[in-house]
Each structure stands twice: as structure tokens, then as C-alpha cells.
């Protein structure tokens, strides 16, 4: 289950008493950037659905309340944790009222989920976000009218652009319990009202959760019962089968029918379109069509992928890492930090910090001069690709694609953010569906997948090694991810599940937004991993001076020389790979470089660092999210992987005669 | 009901057919502008509304069918006699029994019904009692395959419009996501395209999905607005 609280991203919740205020809505309508601008803080905000994927909190600095931010809803039955994790906000007992955020373009949409939300009796304000979108698609809302038939403040705004903010916050300070009623007819009626007497009298909403259980599976009131007792579940389920009996078709096809015609009956009201509108975003709507073309949409996506290879691959891990390392970093910061460090006579310290594996000389070099520099990059063209909206085009173009190994089209965003670091893809993975799904894509994002500082060493190795080489790379490692999802997919029980994505409209991604997204991402990922390399080579410097790294490479060299055909140095490269694989695969460019590994080895060595086991706060993380059992399997499967499939990788080519 | 009007009544429909059999009784086509003898009609009721709504002209002792009276008949008459051989030739109804069940429901087709059963009939000529089948639309175009009224999504081509009839499925996570997204009964849709994946407009949304999911949302698809030109014209008559 997904944690409540992560220390990623959340602070503690400092005053109980106070009241709280819920957002609540369905994906990609805003939520987030209304809860940056009532609390002042910052949240990745992007144009792709499910980017929330946790509880946020944070104070209201205009309002004496505590703002809570939850991850988007589809419907009102759950169908992922993120998505559970909203309705138990909602579900809580403290006291509190409900701010939805409703996409104002899609007033039937927005409904919906507002006739349930009624259900709860908490007060409430509806807020029609992207009020300027429906103006452009020749939208008038009458938000008098909603408001009279709802029986709550309802208004409109343009959050990007902090529109409409002072009627919001005076809304908020007079939320109030909607008036409106749906009755869903005498059975189902009647069996809401079995269940709310089957809950226990201090349970808070409990004709709304009642509604939930009825339009759910059997097994949702264990989900959302969970610490409950089991008879009270028991008598629960029972309730819903039998309500179920009395149907042809499913209850939440009937509770959703009623709602509906609510809904139409309050948009006939307060809703008008003018015709002859929509001509603004021609452009965008062109290539709106064309990016999830059959054809066209295939040649969008190669062309996406050059500018990203020539973005992060060429300009960033070339350019710029070369004139940070030779320029910034061996050319004006080193020298004269080691002329002054130079002076300390013991010289196992002098070593600690400018050796071979120095703090500085290796573990900041590295992280400073190669990896932030691709890091930073690879953020600003994610959150570029994630504010226009072409992420769900291509979730739609590679559904297909990820259906072959157990996943679906959602995978897209951990398995691309996942070229950015594989530890925040694993925390990603919760917007999957299923547990299969996302154990699946834990193991392709550690199997596979290398991080976008690893892939800035491989490209630059690779440019030195020959074109050849890195197409065949591709290949390879596409073709092992292929391989273990199939089978993967064929081994753990459950069916891949459905795939359904809203398309939301293209739009230009603002530049501040860009900036500031990546600004917090890469903040992120330093916070992340500098400590890790510090500590990596901390480690090394000891097994080196304690002589442990010689006997651990004596001991890894059976399969380093024996079965990879690699120098014997090179297994510290691996050793620093289970640190960081950006580190490692550093490591192995270095020996390159030196001229201690021809290309074929050092094609072979990537390969496997490729495979080989995530860095150890990708473990960290998977062991965290996935459970021990789970991890523990998954790292060993990976482990021993990585192995057999360098052996045959290094044992063909070899056999063809292979050179590059 | 097609032209928005308001549809006729039962007893306007009926005088309707009255007209036209007697048009075909005196060996003419019917046709705009055609008249029949008023002698001894049999619903002297429909016959005064179907004047007030313009439908027919009096003209002394003959009533003459006006454009609009003669395409509400026409329409009429074939929903009229294509049941009555449905109801003959699939159910194998008695003569009888096969015109009083017609009479019941000739009333309630409307003109994609009739083209069903037109096409799976294999666009027949004649009405069992041998009276001409006035042809339409797929008749013309010569179709051969019948498509149901209510398909599944899958069964669209890209391009073409239609409104939500139900969702076909029972699993409850898929259906509340698919009417949060705005899809749901009654909803007008438009399929964009079908590969890689389905896309679908539906109000202001735009929603993709996989095929598992195409086939569970049924609809009714719009008419075909394009007749299949070139095929053989199967049928010539005498009417427009």
C-alpha cells in the first residue's frame, strides 16, 4: 500500500485541530497549481495525468487551513493506490471540507464526480479550472445557476495564470453542505441504507461510502475497510451481492445513470455553447491528429527521440560535460584545491580526498562535471515533452508495444522517467494498476533501463567506440527487456490490464513552468545521489587501502576474466556500478580511455552494466516499495541475469568475430 | 420524424396507405403530385389531419399527395409491406396472422430498422400480396452485409459518428473511469482512428483506449452518409 506520508516530497501535518481542505478532482485538471498558489509551495505540476501520485500538505497562507492535495480520481470506484489513497483522505475523520477542481471545458465530467462528492455531507466549492480553455471551445458557464442548483460556491479560474484567485479564496472561506439530493430509486436505496446502519455510528461519509461499495467489486470493502472488523466486511459484502442480484447490469452502471441525468438536467440550465469557435489552436489540433497517427505518429516519435538523443546525448553528455570536466573542473577548480590539499602529510587522508578514488578528484568530479550536467538536461526536455501533452500520445503509439511484456500504456511515464533515474520511476510505479504491473516494471527499470547519467557515459563512449556499436547496444538491451517482461508477463499470475488515457489538449509549455520543474527535479536527484557518491567512493578508498577491493576483485574475477573476457581491473568498475551505474559505466569509460579495454570489451562491459543490478538507491527505493520478498527476488533474478547474459553476449560475439 | 416534424399519427399513416393502394389500384405510380379518389375512405379522421399538416390536398373528389405527403407515404408503405414480409418469409407467419402483427408494428420502425430488415431480407421487390416494395437507400447501393443497429465500438471505421447505446461490461473500475471520462449512454461520440490505439471524441474529451475496451462500448452508429457509388444499380422504378 502506498504510503500516506513520504518524506520526498511531504512535511508533517503540524496542527490537528485545524480544519482541513481537501482537493479533490479528477487527473490533469490543475490540482496541483491551485495548491501551490493557496499554499506557496512547490509541486511538480504536468500535463500528463496521475503526475500526483501522493498526499501533499501544506498551510494556506491567505487562510487558516491546512491544504491537502490528493492525486487525481477517475471515477469514483478506485482503480489504482494512488487512487485509494484519495478516497481515504476523503474518507478520514478529521474535520474538514472538500475543494473540487473540475475541468470548467468538461462541465458533464466534472458533475459527476461532484454529485458524489455531495454524498459525503462535508461542505463543499466547486472550482472550474481552465475556465479559458472552455472559452475558447465557445463555453458559457453560469455559474450562478450551478451554483443555486448544487447548493455550493462555484467559480471559475485560470490557475496557470492565477486567475480568478480572490473568488476563490473568498469561496473557500464560505464553503457550504450541497443541497442537491440524487435518489437512485427504492433498491438501491434501501441498500445504502443497510450498509451506513452496518458502519459504525462515528464513521464520517457514510452514504458516500456506502454509494463506493455498491458500485465497487466485492473485495473494494476490504481495501477501504481495512482495519474494520470482519463481520462488519462480511455483512457488507453480503449487502452489495444481494443488492447486486436484484440488477442485470452492474449496480455502478445504475448509480451512474441517475447521477447522469442529474447532470444533464444541470447543464441544460447553466450551460450554452456558441457556435463557430475552436479556431484558435488549428496548429495544435493538426498535430494533435498527426502524433497518434498510425504512420505519421511513428515518425513524431522517432523524430521526439533524435531531439531528446540530440538534446541530452549530444549537447549535454558532449558539449557540456566536456567543458565542465576539462575546462571547470580539471582546469580551474582541481589544480589549486589539490595544491592546497597536497600539503596534509599523512597521506592516507591527502588520499581520502585527491587520490584515486578521492572525494573530490573522483566522487564530486563525477557527480558535478559528468552527471548533473545530463541529469539537468534530460529534466528540462521530460518536463518540456510532459508540459505539451505529447506524453499520452505516446502512451497511445506504444500500448501495443507494452502489452507484449505485461504492461500497458501507462507504463510510458515510469519507463521514460526512468531514462531520466530509475529510482523516481520505481516511486512512479504506483500509478500502475495492478501489483503485476508494477512489479513487472520495477524489474524492466532495473534490468534494463539506464538512467539518463548512465546513458550520457554510454553515448560518449560509444562515439568513440563507433556508430555501430551503440545501435547494437539499443538492440541488445531491447531485445533482453523483451525477453524478461514476455516471460515475466507469462510467469505472474493476472491478465494486463485495460488501457484508457485521457488525451488532454496540446498546449505550449510555459517556460517558467519548464524551468522550475526541472529546477525541483534536479535538486531532487543531487540531494539523491551526491550523498551516494561520496559514499561510494568512501567505500572504495577503504577496500583499497585495506586491500579488501583486491581480494573482491580476486573473487569477482572468475566472472569478469573468465566468462566476460574483461581485464581484471575493470571488476571495480562493477563494484562501483552496484553504487551507481552512471559511476560504474564512468568507471569503464575511463579504462577505455586508457587504453586497458579494445572496443570489444568495453561493449560487452557496458552491456552488462546495463543489466547489472540498479544503483543502491534504486534497491533502496524497490525494496521499499516492492516488500522484501518481492526485492530480494527481483535483485537476484537481475543479478544472476546480467551474468548469463553477457556470457552469451561476449561468447557470440566473439564467435562471430566481432570487432568494433 | 426524420425532418424533425412531428411524427404521424397512427391513423394519419394509415389514411396515408389508403391513399397509395388506391393509386396503385388505378395501375399509376404513385408519386408527388398523384391523386386518388376520396370515395369511401376508410380513415376519414387522418385524412382531415394529414390535410391541416399539408401532407394531402382535397380537390374535390380526389385527394392529391403534396412532396412531403408522398414521402411520408412512400417511407410508410415500405416499412409497411418489408414487415410484412419479414414477418411472412423468416417467421413464416400465415398470410393473416403475418398483416395483423404487421399492421402493430409497421408504426414503430423507423428507417434504420427498415433497412435492416431490408437488407436481410436481400432487398425484396414485392410485399407477399405482390404489391412493389418502394426501395431505399441500400437497395440502391446494392448492400449485402447487414449491420446491426447497436455494435460494438470495434466495429466502426475511423471517422465515423454515433451516440453511446450502453457499456458492455461488468467490471466496475472500467466502467466508472470510462463515465468519468464523458462516456456514457446517450453521449454523441466520434471515432478519430482505430490503430495503434482507439481514439474517441466524446463532448470536449478526447479519450484512448485499447481494442479489449472498443468492445465493450456499444453504439449506434449514425447513417451512413455515403451510398457506395458504381455498385450496380440493382433496382430501377418508376419513383425518384
Known sequence: MAQENNALLTDGRESPESEKLILVGQPNIGKSVIFSILTGRYVVVSNYPGTTVEVLSGKALELDRYVIDTPGIGGIVPRSEDEVVTLRTILSDERKSILQVGDAKNLRRTLMLTLALAETGLPLVLDLNMADEAEKSGYVIDTKSLAENLGIPVVLTVATEKRGKEALLDAIRRPSRPSIRVTYGPRIEEAAGLIVDALPRAFPSRRFLALILLSGDPGLADDLLKDRDEGVKRKIRDIVSRAQAQFGEPLSQVIMEKRAAHVERIVKKSLTKREGQALAARSLRTLEDVSTHPLWGFLVLGLVLFGLYEFVGVLAAGYIVDFFEDVVFRGLILPPVIQLLSHIPEPHVRNFFIGEYGQITMGLTYALAIVFPIVAAFFVAFSFLEDTGYLPRLAVMLNKAFTRVGLNGRAVIPVVLGLGCGTMATLVTRILETRRERIIATLLLALGIPCSAQLGVILGMSSKIGGGAIFLFLCFIMLQMLVVGYLAAKVLPGDTPFFITELPPYRIPRLDNVLSKTYFRTKWFIREAIPYFLLGTAVLFFADVTGVLDRLMDLFSPVVVGLFDLPKKSSQAFILGFLRRDYGAAGLFDLFDQGLMDGLQAFVSLSVMTLFVPCIANVFIIFKERGYRVAFLLVSFVFAYAIMAGTVLNFFLRRLNIHF | ?240
Request: glycine share 8%.
Open chain 2, 1 to 240: 420524424m426524420e425532418n424533425g416534424k412531428t411524427p404521424l399519427t397512427e391513423e394519419q399513416e394509415e389514411a396515408l396507405s389508403e391513399i397509395w393502394m388506391r393509386i396503385e389500384n388505378r395501375k399509376e405510380i404513385p408519386q408527388a403530385g398523384t391523386s386518388a379518389p376520396l370515395r369511401r375512405m376508410k380513415h376519414r379522421e387522418g385524412l382531415d389531419e394529414l390535410i391541416r399538416d399539408g401532407y394531402i390536398k382535397a380537390e374535390g373528389d380526389e385527394v392529391r399527395l403534396t412532396e412531403t405527403g408522398f414521402a411520408e407515404a412512400r417511407r410508410f408503405i415500405r416499412n409497411q409491406r418489408l414487415s410484412e414480409r419479414l414477418l411472412s418469409d423468416v417467421l413464416n407467419l400465415e398470410m393473416e396472422e403475418a398483416e395483423k402483427s404487421a399492421c402493430r408494428y409497421e408504426h414503430m420502425l423507423d428507417t434504420d430498422a427498415a433497412e435492416s430488415i431490408c437488407i436481410l431480407l436481400g432487398h425484396p421487390r414485392t410485399c407477399p400480396h405482390g404489391n412493389l416494395i418502394p426501395p431505399g437507400e441500400c437497395c440502391v447501393s446494392g448492400e449485402t452485409s447487414l449491420r446491426p443497429l447497436v455494435v460494438p465500438l470495434s466495429e466502426l471505421e475511423a471517422g465515423e459518428t454515433g451516440t453511446v447505446a450502453y457499456i458492455g461490461t461488468t467490471d466496475h473500475a472500467r466502467l466508472s473511469y470510462l463515465s468519468s471520462l464523458g462516456v456514457m449512454t446517450g453521449r454523441p461520440i466520434e471515432l478519430i482512428q482505430k490503430k495503434p490505439s482507439y481514439i474517441l471524441k466524446v463532448d470536449e474529451n478526447t479519450v484512448a483506449f485499447d481494442e479489449s475496451v472498443s468492445r465493450e462500448i456499444f453504439v449506434r452508429p449514425s447513417q451512413r452518409k455515403r451510398p457506395i457509388a458504381g455498385i450496380g444499380r440493382r433496382f430501377r422504378w418508376g419513383w425518384r
